[in-house]
């Protein structure tokens, strides 16, 4: 994603990017046959049963207080005994909407899709009211949500990233304050976040530059960065990736079309890879969207079928075929910014679903 530093200052509530920053030269669609994106194995629930055969109980008493039961079952293998009930299994949280979300400059934008279909149910713009002022170039806005389904993001300024949190998301189209977490330490400029399926927290780190793959490296928080702890470590030196540059993370769909976060798609400037995170390696399938992707998994919907969506620079929404990258109808657009900067210059965000996490444990 090429930025480029702006002639002057401009003075911007968390606005992201400028109209003449980035690189908008890959257009078109080009088809190419996706490699198998990785495996996974879906988590059994345990089951419980009752052991068959008849029992007959007898109790003894042996004091005021004391007293012990026995359960004999006429099975040939011996004693059966009775343990009583076994305890009910936790009932698993329900399911969110499918849903995708994006910010930039003072909006987060709520895109409700249709269950049945992966189509745009609603489109809901919300107002960020408690932006602080920056002065400067402001660029790369971030996005993932987080395991209980509140919002982490980030803004480039001057440099560095600075990051906040939205713990109850609007759906409805209301002002929104942000929490503001700070800066990232020692000037590290990210362009992309992103939940794995244990809920860890990633970062790719920009390097030199947003053009080049120099500097390169995923990172994971290892401290609570909720509350303001940005400690982080290195997971993978990217300078030598397939991809010169990552503007934006989402899962992988495997081979049985399941969910995974570990190999998973990545997208430069309209450049589609199918990527593995902790080793660079990968390939470039096709071209769609422009800065925004993500994955939305099959338990979301009716059909049982994941689905990959990209944003386009201009905020408009996109299916995508996750083999071929051919492109659905525009499903929706996002607002134009009154700045007249470019309305779909950030990542996306969505919910994942249950998973085994390709990325190392720690």
């Known amino acids: 994603m090429q930025r480029e530093v702006m002639g002057a200052w401009v003075i911007l509530a968390l606005a992201c990017g400028s109209p003449d920053g980035r690189d908008t030269s890959a257009t078109g669609l080009a088809t190419m046959s996706a490699e198998t994106l990785g495996s996974t194995t879906e988590p059994v629930t345990p089951t419980t049963g009752t052991p068959t055969g008849t029992t007959t109980s007898s109790s003894t008493s042996t004091g005021d207080d004391a007293s012990s039961s026995t359960s004999t079952g006429a099975t040939g293998d011996g004693p ?10 936790p009932v698993a949280p329900p ?18 899709l249709d269950p049945a279909d992966g189509t745009v149910a609603q489109l809901v713009t919300s107002t960020i009211v408690n932006d602080p002022t920056i002065a400067g170039v402001v660029n790369s806005c971030s996005l993932t949500m987080l395991e209980d389904g509140s919002l982490l993001g980030g803004r480039g300024v001057d440099g560095q990233t600075r990051l906040f949190h939205i713990p109850q998301p609007p759906t409805a189209g209301e002002d929104v304050e942000l929490v503001m977490l700070g800066d990232m330490p020692d000037g590290i400029y990210i362009e992309a976040l992103y939940t794995d399926c244990d809920g860890r927290v990633y970062l790719m780190d920009t390097g030199l530059d947003s053009v080049s793959n120099t500097g390169n490296r995923l990172l994971r ?5 909720l509350a303001g ?21 989402a899962p992988g769909i495997d081979a049985g079309g399941k969910v995974i976060d570990n190999p998973g798609f990545g997208i430069d400037s309209g450049a589609i890879y199918n990527l593995d995170y902790t080793t660079g390696t990968g390939s470039m399938l096709g071209t769609g969207g422009t800065y925004g992707i993500h994955t939305l998994g099959g338990p979301l919907f009716d059909d049982a079928v994941s689905r990959l969506y990209v944003l386009s620079v201009d905020a408009e929404v996109y299916e995508a075929d996750p083999m071929t990258l051919m492109l659905s109808p525009v499903l929706a657009t996002g607002p134009t910014l009154a700045s007249g900067n470019p309305p779909g210059d950030t990542g996306f965000a969505g919910p994942l679903t249950d998973c085994q996490t390709g990325f190392p444990q720690g």
């Open 80 to 89: 059966i005994f009775d343990l009583g009930a076994l305890p009910d299994m």
């Open 95 to 112: 399911l969110p909407l499918p849903q995708l979300w994006y910010s930039v400059e003072d909006l987060l934008v709520y895109i409700e």
């Open 221 to 225: 928080f290892t401290g609570d960065y």
């Open 229 to 249: 702890d940005l400690s982080y470590e290195v997971i993978t030196d990217l300078q030598v990736a397939v991809s010169a540059d990552i503007d934006d993370m």
